[in-house]
C-alpha cells in the first residue's frame, strides 16, 4: 500500500470514530431528555453562608457513579462557582444560567472518590443528592479548588432537613 493509500484509511478510520462518538452523544441526550435541572435565582431573602470555587465534575445516577447524565447545563466539566445559602445551593457554571437546589430538593451530601473520569484522593469529592424537576434522584459531584471537601460538604449539609438528609433519603 502506498502512503497516500495509508494515509487515507487513517482518515477514514479517524472519521469513522468522530462519527461514532458523536452518534452515542446525541443518543445519551436523546435518552437524557427527560432530566431537567432547576434553573433560577437565590431567593431574595436568602443569606450567603459559604461560597467556594470548584470543578464541576458530572452528574450521574443515583447510586452509579460510572454513568454520567447529559443534563442541559450539566452534561460537561466546568469550573464554577458554588454559593450555600439558608434557602439551598447555587450552582454557576461557566457558560450556563444559575442552577439553584432548594434544600427540600436536596436528599443528601457525602464526600467521595470516584466520579466516571475522576479519581481523587479518598473523600475528595464532594457528592450533592438532589431531585430533578421530575423527580428522579441524582448525584452530582463537585471538587473544591481552595477549599478542604470536608468543609464544602459540611456547609451544604448545615442547610438540610434533618428528614432529608443520609444517601437513602
Known amino acids: 500500500?502506498?502512503?497516500?493509500g495509508a494515509l487515507l484509511v487513517m482518515i477514514g478510520v479517524a472519521l469513522l470514530l468522530?462519527?461514532?462518538l458523536a452518534w452515542s452523544w446525541?443518543?445519551?441526550?436523546?435518552r437524557d431528555?427527560?432530566?431537567?435541572?432547576?434553573?433560577?435565582e437565590i431567593p431574595a431573602g436568602a443569606t450567603q453562608t459559604a461560597l467556594f470555587a470548584v470543578l464541576y465534575v458530572a452528574t450521574t445516577r443515583h447510586g452509579?457513579?460510572?454513568?454520567?447524565?447529559a443534563i442541559r447545563g450539566l452534561g460537561?466539566?466546568?469550573?464554577?462557582?458554588?454559593?450555600?445559602?439558608?434557602?439551598?445551593?447555587a450552582i454557576d457554571l461557566t457558560g450556563q444560567p444559575r442552577i439553584f437546589l432548594a434544600s427540600a430538593r436536596i436528599a443528601g451530601v457525602a464526600q467521595a472518590s470516584v466520579a466516571i473520569d475522576r479519581v481523587v484522593e479518598p473523600d475528595g469529592l464532594v457528592r450533592i443528592e438532589w431531585r430533578t424537576?421530575?423527580?428522579?434522584?441524582?448525584?452530582s459531584y463537585f471538587r473544591p479548588q481552595d477549599a478542604s471537601a470536608r468543609a464544602?460538604?459540611?456547609?451544604?449539609?448545615?442547610?438540610?432537613?434533618?428528614?432529608?438528609?443520609?444517601p437513602d433519603a
Open 1 to 4: 500500500m502506498s502512503r497516500q
Open 18 to 20: 468522530l462519527a461514532l
Open 26 to 30: 446525541y443518543r445519551r441526550v436523546r
Open 33 to 40: 431528555r427527560g432530566f431537567t435541572a432547576p434553573h433560577g
Open 64 to 69: 452509579e457513579p460510572l454513568e454520567r447524565l
Open 76 to 89: 460537561f466539566r466546568s469550573r464554577a462557582d458554588l454559593t450555600v445559602t439558608s434557602e439551598g445551593v
Open 133 to 139: 424537576d421530575e423527580g428522579p434522584l441524582v448525584d
Open 152 to 166: 464544602l460538604a459540611d456547609a451544604v449539609g448545615a442547610i438540610l432537613t434533618p428528614t432529608s438528609t443520609g
